[in-house]
């Protein structure tokens, strides 16, 4: 019996916490329990993530259905290694905003956060008029460069130009739910995510396969179902953000640029880009040889297993986000023991989860492939891709904790060299090696994935050990 009302209290103790973790309420994270912090967080956050990653599962699932299904998947994937650019300038700018959020929140100074954040979407705004429009214009140019052929580039230009051209909103996404994340209320971030899903996958189908008056756009209508979806998202964050209630202090003064503070976001926010940009333009590169060495159905299905891969990974780089808050405002309180403990807490709880998905692709990696195509030569690639790169799980789990610790520091320099010496000194050169010099084709990039991701996680967690990070200020 004794045992029997252990595991009550400890249901009933969890169910409590899931509670307030989804409520969205101002909780002090310098003080209490660590690991009581790290759900807290946590909870919203993998949620959140698995929200972004239905994105693109939810366009790949429908278009993956199409009478030209191989075509449309190649498109679909290929404009997400495309979209992830514009992810690295974003992620960047977001994981400034969060930094010097946390740190700001940390010194309980919420009008110098509040300011910080609207500066960020300044820069954010600018940044992506140019992006925006060189996707419109060079659409067709980009899917050719990437190994489409000339037919998939024709059929997928609409595509490209509405996702490109929209992707402001892509920016804004990340970047209001890094700020929201730097505060600590990681549940607005998860709802503004539930609600732009909840909308792409309602309008996907009509828009797609038509419905009533509205025409069958095909694979367009995947990209404006998306946008559509994700504008949506954003006005809910807007909502909260200029909130009398919320707990950053939002001024019209605020949207007045401020130089000093630019710079400042900027000195954090470009390291970050290049961090992310520098691991991007890999996978691109890792995409194109793919692309050149399978053939379109090898393409589809690499596209297809990245898709399946991010699903899964994405959660657990949203437990790993937890560290980035936890950090911040613990080193803007001065608690830097309590910072690296909250790492070490959070470390443990990713690996058990990446675990798990490693036994889930290695057992179920066929049914996995047949949810999202009917093409058996599409799930064959998808299936060695899936089971190969699932090798190096559980030190993704690990490094993903690593790079977050360090970012949420506002030290965005240590993983960016760490990215460029793992990536484009090793995982590129291996993947080119195997594929093309050894024959194996895409099997060689697929191996060159792992291999990669593990030397990046040891390289990680010896400099987190060294503890440089602590000094660095925002």
């Given at each position: ?20 973790s ?10 209490g ?51 992830s ?7 960047g ?10 740190r ?48 998939t ?9 509405i ?83 919320f ?32 691991a ?8 194109q ?5 399978g ?180």
């Amino acid at each position: 019996m004794s045992d029997i009302r252990k595991y009550q209290r400890g249901f009933a103790g969890f169910y409590v916490l899931l509670k307030q973790s989804l409520a969205g309420k101002d909780v002090d994270y310098t003080t209490g329990s660590i690991r009581r912090s790290v759900m807290l967080l946590a909870i919203p956050m993998m949620l959140e993530m698995i929200m972004e990653s239905v994105f693109a599962l939810v366009d790949l699932y429908f278009v993956g259905h199409l009478s030209n299904s191989s075509q449309a998947v190649q498109v679909v994937g290929l404009t997400e290694s495309v979209l992830s650019i514009i992810y690295a300038i974003a992620i960047g700018i977001s994981m400034a905003a969060t930094a010097v959020v946390a740190r700001r929140v940390g010194e309980k100074n919420p009008e110098a956060a509040g300011r910080a954040g609207i500066q960020a979407i300044l820069i954010a705004i600018a940044i992506n008029a140019v992006i925006s429009i060189a996707g419109l214009v060079f659409a067709k140019d980009i899917l050719l460069l990437m190994g489409a052929s000339h037919d998939t580039a024709l059929q997928g230009t609409p595509f490209v130009q509405i996702m490109t051209g929209g992707s402001t909103v892509i920016m804004l996404l990340f970047l209001i739910n890094g700020i929201f994340r730097g505060v600590g209320n990681a549940a607005i971030a998860m709802k503004s995510l539930w609600l732009a899903n909840i909308a792409n996958i309602v309008l996907d189908p009509i828009l797609i396969n038509g419905l009533g008056p509205i025409p069958a756009f095909g694979l367009t209508g995947a990209a404006i179902a998306t946008t559509v979806g994700r504008g949506i998202g954003v006005c809910y964050q807007l909502y909260y953000l200029f909130g009398k209630d919320f707990v950053l202090k939002v001024r019209l003064a605020h949207f007045v640029p401020r130089l000093k503070q630019i710079k400042a976001l900027l000195a954090i926010a470009m390291p970050g880009m290049l961090q992310f940009a520098i691991a991007s333009c890999s996978w691109i590169f890792l995409a194109q040889l793919v692309a050149v060495t399978g053939g379109d159905h090898g393409s589809a299905g690499y596209q297809t297993a990245l898709r399946l891969m991010m699903f899964f990974m994405l959660p657990a780089w949203g437990l790993s986000n937890a560290a980035t808050t936890l950090v911040g405002q613990n080193l803007g309180a001065k608690q830097f023991l309590r910072a690296e403990q909250a790492v070490m807490k959070t470390v443990k709880y990713n690996m058990i989860f990446m675990l798990i998905v490693t036994v889930i692709f290695l057992l179920f990696s066929q049914l996995l492939a047949a949810i999202f195509t009917n093409d058996s030569q599409i799930q064959e690639v998808t299936i060695r891709a899936l089971r190969i790169m699932s090798v190096g799980f559980v030190f993704y789990g690990l490094g993903m904790v690593m790079v977050n610790a360090f970012n949420g520091a506002g030290d965005t320099r240590t993983p960016t060299w760490i990215n460029f010496f793992g990536f484009w000194l090793f995982q590129v050169p291996l993947a080119y090696l195997l594929a093309k010099y050894f024959a194996l084709g895409p099997d060689g990039v697929f191996i060159a994935i792992p291999a990669s991701e593990i030397g990046i996680t040891i390289a990680g967690f010896i400099l987190f050990k060294r503890g440089n990070w602590k000094k660095t200020e925002v």
